[in-house]
T-cell receptor, first 113, second 113 residues
Framework: EAQVTQNPRYLITVTGKKLTVTCSQN?????MSWYRQDPGLGLRQIYYSMNVEVTDKGDVPEGYKVSRKEKRNFPLILESPSPNQTSLYFC????????????FGPGTRLTVT | GNSVTQMEGPVTLSEEAFLTINCTYTATGYPSLFWYVQYPGEGLQLLLKATKADDKGSNKGFEATYRKETTSFHLEKGSVQVSDSAVYFCALSDPANAGKSTFGDGTTLTVKP
């Protein structure tokens, strides 16, 4: 089954404790992206990647890192999480940019205390 | 920069009512436009899209027409069902900013029997 998977689905952590949210897709997609969803703010793009070893900042990259060492994986790293990073995070992938639809993972709900 | 403005919600309708969710955009280039739907507890999934002016996207009884002159992409459905209750997001992807996607704030639709 074609899908985007994220782990963990739920995470409660404390300020400053480094964490990684994994994202993997099995559709051989070139493009992957991370978003955060907050009430009243819709989805905001954090980082995206057009191909292996090619990443770029979205609209809200501060406090996040990403890497794209393999085509299928695109982990999101929070080196020192803070409470304002409490949010619902989605990973997405697509064949390409612009006209192509994005396929979304199920989401990771992160709480930073 | 690019932006997407959706009508404010939430929207509550009775079953079989007519639905319109307004969406307008600003973009530097000639974007592709999308409507995504998010059911409770799930990730977003594509509802429909249009990639050039005057194109009409349609799916599951929903329609939206890409109007370049009014920079709009309003979502319509002639007769909603309880199962249409979800959050709807308008989004654009601009080839002039390849890789970046912009989403609206989302509109929550509740359909009552």
């Amino acid at each position: 089954e074609a899908q985007v998977t994220q782990n963990p689905r739920y995470l409660i952590t404390v300020t400053g404790k480094k964490l990684t949210v994994t994202c993997s897709q099995n559709m051989n997609h070139e493009y992957m992206s991370w978003y955060r969803q907050d009430p009243g703010l819709g989805l905001r793009q954090i980082y995206y990647s057009m191909n292996v070893e090619v990443t770029d900042k979205g609209d809200v990259p501060e406090g996040y890192k990403v890497s794209r060492k393999e085509k299928r994986n695109f982990p999101l790293i929070l080196e020192s999480p803070s409470p304002n990073q409490t949010s619902l995070y989605f990973c997405a992938s697509s064949l390409g940019t612009s006209a192509y639809e994005q396929y979304f993972g199920p989401g990771t709900r992160l709480t930073v205390t | 920069g690019n932006s997407v403005t959706q009508m404010e919600g939430p929207v509550t309708l009775s079953e079989e009512a007519f639905l319109t969710i307004n969406c307008t955009y600003t973009a530097t280039g000639y974007p592709s436009l999308f409507w995504y739907v998010q059911y409770p507890g799930e990730g977003l999934q594509l509802l429909l899209k249009a990639t050039k002016a005057d194109d009409k996207g349609s799916n599951k009884g929903f329609e939206a027409t890409y109007r370049k002159e009014t920079t709009s992409f309003h979502l319509e459905k002639g007769s909603v069902q309880v199962s249409d209750s979800a959050v709807y997001f308008c989004a654009l992807s601009d080839p002039a900013n390849a890789g970046k996607s912009t989403f609206g704030d989302g509109t929550t639709l509740t359909v009552k029997p």
